[in-house]
């Protein structure tokens, strides 16, 4: 996990509140990625970033917004918590978006919405 | 739609043994296969990552193959130690976008002493 930092590694929330993950990378990465993991599923893609301001929607896009102002930090919104929005969380950086780059992936951040 | 099956879902193995997983995908055409693997409560991290003119890599004692005809892929792990429980989580990227990669829901592997 080294050079991404996920933030904060665990929170519980009740529905309908805010929530905001932070994804902090040291590696001036060019790509960001945000992924939820569910049981059952594979990792699945909600938005990912390609440079400061430039973001696009992933596969489960809905319910969530992303902003990265900053080389650094890849922000995950929920503006308003669903019960369907409990899963772990990661967030990956690839130095390119090129099908050949490896990704790394942060801890986690594991989100329940109760 | 394009989909990544893996089996078995977990696997129990005495520390010691091998053991393999496999990995069937249906996305055509494709540019890498990767292999992760992931200790609970962690990021995934990548093991192997095949091109699809390639057809073995080995990190260790792990080691890939590839069968790009049949669409298949296996995750070989020999004389296994306790540290390699965790779920290894096969990936296929297409063609079309690296933000199109596409993961498989993993293996659950688990040691026993």
């Known amino acids: 996990d080294a050079g991404i930092t996920q933030s904060p590694r665990h929170k519980v929330t009740e529905t309908g509140t805010p929530v905001t993950l932070r994804c902090h990378q040291t590696?001036?990465?060019?790509?960001m990625y945000w992924y939820r993991q569910d049981p059952g599923h594979g990792l699945r893609l909600i938005h990912y970033?390609?440079?400061?301001?430039?973001?696009d929607k992933g596969e489960v896009s809905d319910g969530y917004s992303v902003s990265r102002s900053k080389t650094e930090d890849f922000l995950l919104t929920l503006e308003s918590a669903t019960s369907s929005q409990t899963s772990v969380y990661f967030c990956?950086?690839?130095?390119?978006?090129?099908?050949?780059?490896?990704?790394?992936f942060g801890a986690g951040s594991r989100l329940t919405v109760l | 739609k394009n989909q990544v099956e893996q089996s078995p879902q977990s696997l129990i193995i005495l520390e010691g043994k091998n053991c393999t997983l496999q990995?069937?995908?249906?996305?055509?055409?494709?540019?890498?296969l990767r292999w992760y693997k992931q200790d609970t409560g962690r990021g995934p991290v990548s093991l192997t990552i095949?091109?699809?003119?390639?057809n073995t890599k080995s990190n260790g004692r792990y080691t890939a193959t590839l069968d790009a005809d049949t669409k298949q892929s296996s995750l070989h792990i020999t004389a296994s130690q306790l540290s390699d429980s965790a779920s290894y989580i096969c990936?296929?990227?297409?063609?079309?976008?690296?933000?199109?990669?596409?993961f498989g829901s993993g293996t659950r592997l688990s040691i026993r002493p």
């Open positions: 970033s390609y440079g400061v301001k430039d973001t």
């Open positions: 590696e001036n990465h060019r790509y």
């Open positions: 990936v296929v990227s297409p063609y079309s976008s690296a933000s199109k990669i596409i």
């Open positions: 095949m091109t699809f003119s390639e």
């Open positions: 990995c069937n995908y249906t996305v055509s055409p494709f540019s890498n």
């Open positions: 990956a950086i690839s130095e390119g978006g090129g099908r050949a780059n490896v990704l790394t």
